[in-house]
């Protein structure tokens, strides 16, 4: 046995290792997956028998106007969560001074951190609050009424995003945070001596040292936002009149709630169809340099 | 022309005192080496010449301008530091450019600096590979280019060969002699290693918890330390020291007398001593004789080890009573050094002395007061 086990350690050690992992992932993302993609194939509630039907869930979605909402509004959150990285990273560096008193300054802009997504849905939902919200106190102090962005179909998304913006700045101002934190000082000081300073000294000396951090932060907001369903669920549970709806949100909808097994499962895929080639995309982007690096 | 002053610069971070009183005037065309222990301030006040840090007080003139609240880009030096600090996106090309063309020059200049700079360093064919393609001693060129290309009034070196293995630092040593030969800018230079000090040096300035001890040529320095600090830091192995009273004076003459009887007197001493003042004496261990038979002051000790270095031996030296202080081996042992190869045993008993003009007198403040060695001209 020891003997065995002495000879074959070098791959058996690592792939004991790997095992849990890969078993979960297996059942839990790759199982589930192909059989999200095989229900989409059928007509079913869920509980009684599936019936196959093709291609019909596709051709019924491609032409469902609330498909189209949804697409749409997922664009919204893409390109305002787009804001995220750049805006964590000004903060990071606005908060990356040696001046006393800014730990806890960083400690506060990590709140948002801490809180569940629901909790800051449900803050912003009291925040947009018509009657007795924050925003309406501070339209009040102007002598202004506040408008009732929940209840306004041209606002609702923007208004909801906001909010889920909230945290996702904190989450890249943590990333950029801990990325300034390993900047090289003699490559600072070089840039200083080569007469870099402000923007350039950003651009060419700092900004290449955060590639990394960038991409991780760019990655996970891109995933944010096409995910994004629980501070919609919170919020407006997709109203008014479907107006603030997400993919993934219909598809919970569908699903849950219509008991349109077969249908959700279509959304899905094509939810997963655009993630993934997100991904590859970005997988190859993030490998290449470590590749010509290795 | 003078190139580089400074006039008492005081640094302090928080409530450590890390340079004090620093003055330093540096000519054209010198190339200065600022040397000491770790700790002892001579990476800051590159810094702050560099502009990297700022100065509490004081003043600095580059080139005759002020430049004590300038950035580091306006004050026309460049700076070459220990882990190269290549910019790892760009290319060398990229590199070596970059201080011009953040100082907006034609593309032409830039193309010729870096080529000419390129010449120069033996870096044509790396020109358009990245830092990390490139060798430990590659790198350091790159990073010497990329001073060069700027063309600067002075050259920093913030220990530059350390990174590098044996070899490879004799070598750029040589190098970087040549270069300054070359262009005849001011270089200033800092290392932990009084081999590159002592060979690379017009003049060497030694600093000690942030201060100046001394600022000399290498052999005045080595031969007419102005204090015991000195006297320790340059030399290896490094200067045996005996603690002594000063037992008898007359005029300019002092007899010193040390543990276990023995004395020497020290004539034409720099400053009077005084009866019972309490005195270092030093000695080094090239100038320490196996034979002492002779000698103005001779002992009898017992070899504790023996090294041979191929063309020297280094014997240390148990001499019972008669210890030593602050050795190297931190021990109480003496270290001699003899410029042949000659066996000796193991606790085998030696008589070994030394002649007063070759010792060195320091009072109890480490003041050197014993009078002046010549020193050869080169």
Same mark, same amino acid.
């Given at each position: 046995?020891?003997?065995?086990?002495?000879?074959?350690?070098?791959? =058996?050690a690592?792939?004991?290792?790997?095992?849990?992992?890969a078993?979960l992932?297996?059942?839990?993302i790759? =199982?589930?997956?192909?059989?999200t993609i095989?229900?989409?194939?059928?007509?079913?509630?869920g509980v009684?028998a599936m019936?196959?039907?093709?291609?019909? &869930?596709?051709?019924?979605?491609?032409?469902?106007?609330q498909?189209?909402?949804s697409?749409?509004? &997922?664009l919204?959150w893409l390109?305002l @969560? =787009?804001?995220?990285?750049?805006?964590?990273?000004?903060? /990071?560096?606005l908060?990356n001074?040696?001046i006393?008193?800014?730990?806890v =300054?960083?400690?506060?802009?990590? +709140?948002?951190?801490?809180?569940a997504?629901v909790?800051?849905?449900?803050v912003?939902?009291?925040?947009?609050?018509?009657?007795?919200?924050?925003?309406s106190?501070?339209?009040?102090y102007f002598? /202004?009424t506040?408008?009732?962005?929940?209840s306004?179909?041209?606002?609702?998304?923007? /208004?909801?995003?906001?909010a889920?913006l909230w945290?996702?700045?904190a989450?890249?101002? +943590?990333?950029?945070?801990?990325?300034?934190?390993?900047?090289?000082?003699?490559?600072?000081g070089a840039?200083?001596v080569?007469?870099?300073?402000?923007?350039p000294?950003l651009?060419?000396?700092?900004?290449p040292?955060?590639?990394?951090v960038?991409?991780? /932060?760019l990655?996970v907001?891109v995933?944010?936002?096409?995910?994004?369903?629980?501070?919609v669920?919170?919020m407006?549970?997709?109203?008014?009149?479907?107006?603030s709806t997400?993919?993934?949100?219909?598809?919970?909808?569908?699903?849950?709630?219509?008991?349109?097994f077969?249908?959700?499962?279509?959304?899905?895929?094509?939810? @997963?169809?655009i993630?993934?080639?997100?991904?590859a995309?970005?997988?190859?982007?993030?490998?290449?340099p470590?590749?010509?690096?290795? | 022309?003078?190139?580089?002053?400074?006039?008492?610069?005081q640094?302090?971070?928080?409530?450590?005192?890390?340079?004090?009183?620093?003055?330093?005037?540096?000519?054209e065309?010198?190339?200065?080496v600022m040397?000491?222990?770790?700790?002892?301030?001579?990476?800051?006040?590159?810094k702050?010449?560099?502009g990297?840090?700022?100065?509490?007080s004081?003043k600095?003139r580059?080139s005759g301008?002020?430049v004590t609240?300038?950035?580091?880009?306006?004050?026309?030096?460049?700076?070459?530091f220990?882990?190269?600090a290549?910019?790892?996106?760009?290319?060398?090309?990229e590199?070596?450019?970059?201080?011009?063309?953040?100082?907006?020059?034609?593309?032409?200049?830039?193309d010729?600096?870096?080529?000419?700079a390129?010449?120069?360093?033996r870096?044509?064919e790396?020109l358009?590979?990245?830092?990390?393609q490139l060798?430990?001693?590659?790198?350091?060129?790159?990073?010497?280019?990329?001073?060069i290309?700027?063309s600067p009034?002075?050259?920093?070196?913030?220990e530059?060969?350390?990174?590098l293995?044996?070899a490879?630092?004799?070598q750029m040593?040589?190098?970087?002699?040549?270069?300054h030969?070359?262009?005849?800018?001011?270089?200033?230079?800092?290392t932990?290693?009084?081999?590159?000090?002592?060979?690379m040096?017009?003049?060497?300035?030694v600093?000690?918890?942030?201060?100046i001890?001394q600022?000399?040529a290498p052999?005045?320095?080595?031969?007419?330390?102005?204090?015991?600090f000195?006297a320790?830091?340059l030399?290896?192995?490094?200067?045996?020291?005996?603690?002594?009273k000063?037992?008898?004076?007359?005029?300019?003459?002092a007899?010193?007398?040390?543990a276990?009887?023995?004395g020497?007197t020290?004539d034409?001493?720099?400053?009077p001593?005084?009866?019972g003042d309490?005195?270092?004496?030093?000695?080094?261990?090239e100038?320490?004789?196996?034979?002492g038979?002779?000698s103005?002051?001779k002992?009898?000790?017992?070899?504790?080890?023996?090294?041979?270095l191929?063309r020297?031996?280094?014997v240390?030296v148990d001499?019972?009573?008669?210890?030593?202080?602050g050795?190297?081996?931190?021990?109480?042992?003496?270290?001699v050094?003899?410029g042949?190869i000659?066996?000796?045993?193991?606790?085998?008993?030696?008589s070994?002395?030394?002649?007063?003009?070759?010792?060195y007198?320091?009072?109890?403040?480490?003041?050197?007061i014993?009078?002046p060695?010549?020193?050869a001209?080169?």
């Amino acid at each position: 046995m020891s003997g065995f086990w002495r000879s074959h350690r070098a791959w =058996m050690a690592p792939t004991l290792f790997i095992l849990p992992g890969a078993l979960l992932f297996g059942i839990v993302i790759i =199982m589930a997956s192909i059989q999200t993609i095989w229900v989409s194939f059928f007509d079913w509630d869920g509980v009684g028998a599936m019936q196959w039907v093709g291609l019909a &869930n596709y051709a019924q979605l491609f032409d469902d106007p609330q498909f189209y909402v949804s697409l749409r509004n &997922n664009l919204i959150w893409l390109g305002l @969560f =787009m804001l995220a990285p750049p805006l964590g990273l000004a903060l /990071a560096l606005l908060l990356n001074q040696p001046i006393r008193g800014m730990r806890v =300054m960083k400690s506060l802009f990590f +709140v948002p951190l801490v809180l569940a997504s629901v909790t800051v849905g449900v803050v912003f939902t009291w925040v947009y609050d018509p009657s007795f919200g924050l925003l309406s106190l501070l339209f009040g102090y102007f002598g /202004a009424t506040a408008p009732a962005l929940l209840s306004d179909e041209h606002f609702v998304t923007f /208004a909801v995003v906001v909010a889920a913006l909230w945290p996702q700045v904190a989450f890249c101002l +943590v990333l950029f945070l801990a990325g300034l934190n390993n900047l090289s000082e003699d490559l600072i000081g070089a840039g200083r001596v080569d007469g870099a300073r402000g923007w350039p000294m950003l651009w060419h000396v700092v900004l290449p040292q955060l590639r990394e951090v960038s991409f991780i /932060a760019l990655a996970v907001t891109v995933i944010g936002a096409l995910r994004s369903f629980d501070m919609v669920a919170v919020m407006t549970s997709g109203g008014p009149f479907g107006s603030s709806t997400v993919l993934a949100y219909q598809m919970y909808e569908q699903s849950i709630f219509s008991y349109r097994f077969g249908y959700g499962a279509a959304i899905a895929t094509v939810l @997963f169809v655009i993630m993934a080639a997100f991904i590859a995309w970005y997988l190859r982007t993030l490998l290449k340099p470590e590749r010509e690096s290795a | 022309m003078t190139s580089v002053e400074i006039h008492d610069v005081q640094k302090h971070y928080g409530g450590f005192h890390a340079l004090k009183d620093i003055n330093l005037s540096i000519e054209e065309g010198e190339f200065v080496v600022m040397v000491g222990p770790s700790g002892c301030g001579k990476s800051t006040l590159l810094k702050t010449i560099a502009g990297l840090e700022t100065v509490t007080s004081g003043k600095m003139r580059i080139s005759g301008r002020d430049v004590t609240r300038l950035e580091p880009g306006d004050r026309g030096i460049a700076m070459v530091f220990q882990s190269y600090a290549l910019y790892p996106h760009m290319t060398v090309r990229e590199n070596m450019g970059f201080g011009l063309r953040m100082a907006k020059r034609p593309k032409a200049e830039i193309d010729a600096a870096v080529t000419r700079a390129a010449n120069i360093l033996r870096l044509e064919e790396q020109l358009e590979k990245r830092p990390k393609q490139l060798s430990g001693g590659q790198r350091q060129r790159v990073a010497i280019g990329r001073a060069i290309t700027r063309s600067p009034d002075v050259f920093l070196f913030d220990e530059p060969l350390s990174n590098l293995d044996a070899a490879l630092r004799t070598q750029m040593r040589v190098e970087l002699s040549t270069l300054h030969a070359e262009l005849g800018a001011t270089m200033i230079y800092v290392t932990h290693d009084q081999v590159e000090a002592m060979t690379m040096a017009s003049r060497i300035v030694v600093l000690n918890r942030g201060r100046i001890e001394q600022v000399g040529a290498p052999l005045e320095l080595y031969n007419n330390p102005a204090n015991l600090f000195v006297a320790g830091f340059l030399g290896a192995p490094r200067m045996n020291f005996v603690a002594g009273k000063v037992v008898e004076t007359s005029g300019r003459s002092a007899r010193v007398a040390c543990a276990g009887g023995h004395g020497v007197t020290f004539d034409e001493l720099a400053e009077p001593a005084t009866r019972g003042d309490t005195v270092t004496i030093g000695i080094r261990p090239e100038k320490l004789r196996i034979d002492g038979a002779g000698s103005d002051f001779k002992f009898a000790g017992q070899v504790r080890l023996t090294e041979y270095l191929g063309r020297e031996t280094i014997v240390y030296v148990d001499a019972g009573d008669l210890v030593t202080t602050g050795s190297d081996s931190g021990t109480g042992v003496f270290t001699v050094q003899i410029g042949d190869i000659r066996p000796f045993q193991t606790a085998a008993s030696v008589s070994i002395g030394f002649d007063a003009r070759e010792a060195y007198l320091f009072t109890a403040e480490g003041r050197t007061i014993s009078s002046p060695k010549p020193v050869a001209s080169l």
